[in-house]
T-cell receptor, first 115, second 113 residues
Framework: ETGVTQTPRHLVMGMTNKKSLKCEQH?????MYWYKQSAKKPLELMFV???????ENNSVPSRFSPECPNSSHLFLHLHTLQPEDSALYLC??????????????FGPGTRLLVL | DAKTTQPPSMDCAEGRAANLPCNHS???????VYWYRQIHSQGPQYIIH???NNETNEMASLIITEDRKSSTLILPHATLRDTAVYYC??????????????FGSGTQLTVLP
């Protein structure tokens, strides 16, 4: 247990569905992250929130919409996804996104399948 | 961020030390070396990190060469549960904000019984 939880752990959705991924951290951290890991590919950073403010968006399509209501919770809202969006979506948190020596702790991920 | 080079795969006998190398010849003075591992289909797990000095914790030891151009992660007594992909990452501060972790392809460590 890393102190970062993600729900659901598995999700199957159609291309016209709307769903949300949830991440919660119990570590008292101020930064939260969404990563995407497609099959046989390295992790790709999607979004970064530091003290509830979005500080990074790595050219992610608008069908992915993040929300960070407070430092402990992070959501990823999904709508009109494509089959190529099927991947493992990972959430992470760290004390602060702007400090080089800080450690990111990852959740177990949500395995998403888009049909 | 400095580019890292790791062997794609390594085997290690159970109970023996696993030594995983990483080259980061373009590392800058303000870049930390991080090691994470990822067991199949799970989230990456933080192992250890360091700047200049060697580091040790309950999981592993990190040996950084004096010129900082390479490092070695040592798992002193590998078990079957240590089978995973191990990632060596360097991370720096740029213009007042830290660059984020960039995961490469890593080293697939297989611990053999």
């Amino acid at each position: 247990e890393t102190g970062v939880t993600q729900t659901p752990r598995h999700l199957v959705m159609g291309m016209t569905n709307k769903k949300s991924l949830k991440c919660e951290q119990h570590l008292g951290h101020n930064a939260m992250y969404w990563y995407k890991q497609s099959a046989k590919k390295p992790l790709e950073l999607m979004f970064v929130y530091n003290f509830k403010e979005q500080t990074e968006n790595n050219s992610v399509p608008s069908r992915f919409s993040p929300e960070c209501p407070n430092s402990s919770h992070l959501f990823l809202h999904l709508h009109t996804l494509q089959p190529e969006d099927s991947a493992l979506y990972l959430c992470a948190s760290s004390q602060d996104a702007s400090t080089s020596g800080t450690v990111q702790y990852f959740g177990p991920g949500t395995r998403l399948l888009v049909l | 961020d400095a580019k890292t080079t790791q062997p794609p795969s390594m085997d290690c006998a159970e109970g023996r030390a696993a030594n995983l190398p990483c080259n980061h010849s373009t590392i800058s003075g303000n870049e930390y070396v991080y090691w994470y591992r990822q067991i199949h289909s799970q989230g990456p797990q933080y192992i250890i990190h360091g700047l200049k000095n060697n580091e040790t914790n309950e999981m592993a030891s990190l040996i950084i060469t004096e010129d900082r151009k390479s490092s070695t992660l040592i798992l002193p007594h590998a078990t079957l549960r240590d089978t995973a992909v191990y990632y060596c990452i360097v991370r720096a501060i740029s213009s007042g904000s830290a660059r984020q972790l960039t995961f490469g392809s890593g080293t697939q460590l297989t611990v053999l019984p």
